[in-house]
């Protein structure tokens, strides 16, 4: 049977791809925030998943207001980057695990979540920041990947309940299918921003970190936070931070922490980042 | 209708109301996903609107590139970023425009830490 092994949180901030695309990864703004991956890189080449599940969000990209699932999973063979506005990320094409993604929707469905089944559909920061954070630039992305998308872009997004559950749920799914992989969770977003309005720029480091602690010691009274806790405390785009808890939900009630990175900023944004793995 | 969140400052949610409102803009901006249209768009910006339905505000707001005009009309920012792209324009060049500070200004603030929380979690506050 399949595991989930591990999970890991990134922030997927589009000026960091940029930066990397743009070869400015050396440069002293953007040094430190590759930094604080370094350590993440070298754990997930030594750990060697055979499929990563990435939670994200699509920003206007492959769902535009025509259509807004709450949860999608990406069943195709391939998923494309996304041109969101300045031309595609020159990155690897994302390549998918279309009978794991095929069977976890049918297990969660009938375990009562509803996710939308996505045969075709272009991937954009929100997916690939993070894989170029842990992975770096290669020429082809080492494994396979399961994009499930969360809208968070549409208020209001499923609460952080119903993100944790879903986790659970994902968690029940991978260990009922029948080959024996080893599948890493990524749970994206965050941390405090906000992109829109005067109060664009708010950072909340306090909140962050509070955050970052509770995700590994305390997860299902972190899954009770309100919606408007995250959009007074850590910005309207702050809220994204509730896809974290799909990720959480799919590990142990207790997990080991093997890194943490915070840092202020990248771009608009506080960037957060966490590697747990389940305890054995 | 009103929200809780309505007490945050200097904030639009992008809620059911401000979606019905926006549908136009932002399924305007979303067109912008393809180098041909953005061409075609920066040729002709107001005969290029017209497609869309906009109304005369909506169409004002994106002519004269008001940001916060754009999300008070009920565009959301991650589709009036892509009018931005199209404009050569990054999140924090709008967000500067947006908050009302040159970008270096705003710059600036992130080095230091970013906009506060305090003094801005509520109106009430201040």
Known sequence: MAHIVAGVTTSHVPAIGAALDGGKAAEPYWAPVFAGYEASKAWIAALKPDVVILVYNDHASAFSLDMIPTFAIGCAAEFPPADEGWGPRPVPVVKGHPKLAWHIAQSVILDEFDLTIVNKMAVDHGLTVPLSLMFGQPDAWPCPVIPLAVNVVQYPPPTGARCYKLGQAIRRAVESYDEPLKVVIFGTGGMSHQLQGPRAGLINSVFDRAFLDALVADPANLALKPHIEYLREAGSEGIELVMWLVMRGALNAEVREVHRFYHVPASNTAVGHIILENAA | ?126
Not at chain 2, 26 to 33: I, V, Y
Not at chain 2, 80 to 92: C, I, W
Not at chain 2, 93 to 104: C, N
């Open chain 2, 1 to 126: 209708m009103t929200a809780d969140y309505h007490d945050i400052p200097g904030t639009t949610v992008f809620d059911a109301e401000q979606s019905r409102l926006g549908y136009p803009i932002n399924t305007f901006c979303m067109s912008l996903m393809t180098a041909e249209n953005r061409a075609a768009f920066k040729s002709d910006e107001a005969g290029y609107l017209k497609a869309f339905g906009l109304s005369p505000a909506q169409t004002k707001v994106v002519l004269e590139r008001d940001w916060n005009g754009m999300i008070a009309e009920g565009g959301n920012i991650y589709f009036t970023a892509k009018l931005a792209a199209t404009d050569g324009l990054s999140f924090q060049q709008i967000a500067a425009k947006m908050s009302g500070v040159s970008q270096p200004e705003y710059a600036a603030m992130m080095l230091a830490g970013g906009r506060p929380i305090e003094g801005n979690r509520s109106k009430g506050e201040g």
